[in-house]
């Protein structure tokens, strides 16, 4: 059964600028090169590896591995699925075309479908796919092929290469002459060499492909103005590092191949896997990301632009996702307090990405993953957190420049965060401490973080687990200016920062020895604080206690002989 779904477009993110104004106004007319469904693109299942080509149809097909859940680690991968776009928005699921259960040479136990590819000759689409034929797999690894007259149906096994080692990720490259070439690799080794006319045997012997650093597996060839393009996945896996891409160059098909770089940064998925298709005269790079799942082993294929250089290098690809939408509505306000369950709408992988679809505190936003309970601090908090989950709040900041960023927290045995906006770390870890317990808060924080002014997505990020979250605070920090300036009404009457938790400061600047008064009056007009002081001629500073305050907001009025200055102020707890 064939099922065909829409996914809203996004503008192409990683354009040469010189080339983006005109790409925007192409658009509206030729919508379907140059815009394309968010990544995931493919959601209501998960998918990896995956394989891209463009056939005679005029269709874009893809051809991915398929995560099962609950994941079991990569061993319970099965059931490949065809995915076809035409216009790179709307997708079309073709179904199920294979599973291990239909292919008689297999492993009995099933399972280890891994990453495939497909190829087509003389009116046959050829299915190539690697699974093993014994219990102990992974010493018995053969590339089963299957053939169909369609591209994403009726796929029937007819056996396997034969005399091959015990390899995976096949890739087949069909050159401008008609001539195939079949690739596979793993273990640090890369082996290519030419396929025979039935598609099925080896035509002379495989070869290693020379010149390749740090191969890992995922082998693709491509080919664009004459130069043959191999890439593939490095060993960038140790630690909390991901495989990254690589990919070489040659002038011929088997190599000897010269090495080119990287042209991909790790995913959030410990694995990647990718393939590179030109379609409508724009290059892309598929791979496959955890986005969906915050889970290793069920992952997500995604795609983006790809671009080369006059010399033939490709550029980095800049990885791309959707965002969610302001919370009711509208932006988080800088500086202000942001609850920590009033994230964005959008749902997992575009507002949030949390390990499970369960809110396990069920006080608030039910129906969503992420885990609100109520606060013994007023409100809501986040909880459950797991190392890897992240949420994204769209914000407005008023103004550039250095703020305070104070995170509400309580933990029995602490973790760490950090804060990005639009993608870049802006505090560097944040330590939680230990507080004594789940409700028992305590505050974090970092000073002089740097906001640009206007609409921006700000992440939290926990590295680590085992820690509830109130709400963050942001408090402007103000410079004094250079005080070689001959503006002596430079400061006139200012308050910071604002909002406040424990104080605030009060800048201004009289001209003669007077008595000053300042006044704190609550919405209603009431007055509910109050200093005296004496201020000297010229710049004066004073710091007003606020420690009796509740949140909200009020005013600030300062008199003088000279002057009555006010500001409105906001005091968060």
Excluded at 114 to 128: I, R
Excluded at 387 to 409: C, F, P, R, S
Aim: contains cysteine; charged residues 20%; proline residues 5%.
């Amino acid at each position: 059964m064939e099922t065909t779904f829409f996914i809203p477009p996004k503008w192409f993110r990683n354009q040469q600028p010189s080339k983006f104004s005109l790409r925007c106004i192409m658009v509206l007319v030729f919508l379907s090169a140059n815009c394309y469904a968010q990544n995931p693109v493919i959601r209501h299942m998960f998918t990896a590896d995956p394989s891209a080509h463009v056939w005679n149809d005029g269709r874009l097909y893809v051809y991915p591995s398929h995560d099962i859940a609950p994941p079991r680690g990569c061993d319970l991968m099965d059931r490949y699925h065809v995915f076809s776009t035409e216009n790179m928005i709307e997708w079309t699921d073709h179904g199920e075309i294979l599973n291990s259960g239909q292919v008689s040479w297999g492993r009995p136990e099933g399972g280890f479908m891994w990453a495939p590819d497909c190829a087509f000759k003389n009116g046959t689409y050829y299915f190539y796919f690697p699974h093993p034929s014994e219990t102990e797999w992974n010493r018995s690894w053969k590339t089963g092929v299957a053939t169909s007259s369609k591209p994403a149906s009726d796929f029937t096994v007819q056996g396997y290469i034969p005399g091959l080692e015990s390899f995976i990720d096949p890739c087949v490259f069909t050159d401008d002459d008609g001539q195939a070439y079949f690739y596979y690799g793993g273990g640090g080794v890369c082996k290519g060499g030419r396929l025979k006319d039935n598609m099925m045997e080896i035509d002379g012997e495989m070869q290693e492909m020379k010149g390749l650093i740090d191969f890992h597996e995922a082998a693709w060839v491509h080919k664009r103005n004459n130069i043959y393009y191999l890439s593939y996945s490095d060993n960038h896996d140790v630690g909390n590092s991901h495989n990254r891409m690589r990919y070489a160059t040659s002038d011929f098909p088997l190599g000897p191949w010269k090495h080119r770089g990287i042209y991909m940064d790790p995913t959030d998925s410990y694995t990647n896997h990718g393939s590179i298709i030109e379609y409508k005269g724009q290059w892309y790079a598929f791979y496959h990301n955890s986005a969906l799942s915050n889970h290793d082993w069920l992952r997500s294929i995604c795609v983006d632009s790809l671009f080369y250089d006059d010399g033939g290098s490709i550029q980095k690809v800049i990885q791309t996702r959707g965002h969610g939408t302001p919370y009711g509505g509208r932006p988080r306000e800088i500086p202000g307090t942001i609850e920590a369950e009033d994230y964005d709408s959008g749902g997992q992988a575009f507002a949030y990405s949390d390990s499970d679809t369960t809110n396990n505190g069920g006080a608030y936003r039910l129906g969503e993953g992420v885990d609100i309970e109520t606060c013994s601090a007023g409100g809501f908090n986040v909880g459950w957190t797991n190392a890897g989950e992240w949420l994204e709040y769209t914000i407005h900041v008023k103004n550039t420049g250095d703020y305070d960023v104070i995170v509400h927290v309580a933990s029995p045995e602490g973790g760490s965060i950090h804060l990005s906006l639009d993608g870049e770390d802006i505090t560097g870890s944040m330590t939680i401490p230990a507080t004594g317990g789940w409700q028992n808060w305590q505050t974090i924080s970092k000073t002089k973080v740097p906001f640009k002014a206007g609409k921006h997505i700000l992440q939290l990020y926990e590295e680590t687990g085992g820690f509830n979250i109130d709400k963050i605070v942001t408090q402007h920090v103000s410079h004094v200016p250079d005080k070689s300036k001959k503006d002596n009404n430079q400061y006139g009457f200012q308050v910071y920062p604002n909002p406040a938790v424990f104080s605030f400061k009060v800048k201004y600047q009289t001209n003669l020895l007077t008595p000053v008064k300042f006044e704190i009056y609550d919405l209603l007009g009431r007055l509910v604080h109050s200093v005296n002081e004496t201020s000297t001629a010229g710049i004066n500073q004073t710091e007003i206690n606020i420690g009796n305050l509740t949140s909200g907001h009020y005013f600030i009025k300062l008199t003088s002989d000279s002057m009555i200055k006010t500001e409105r102020v906001m005091v968060v707890k």
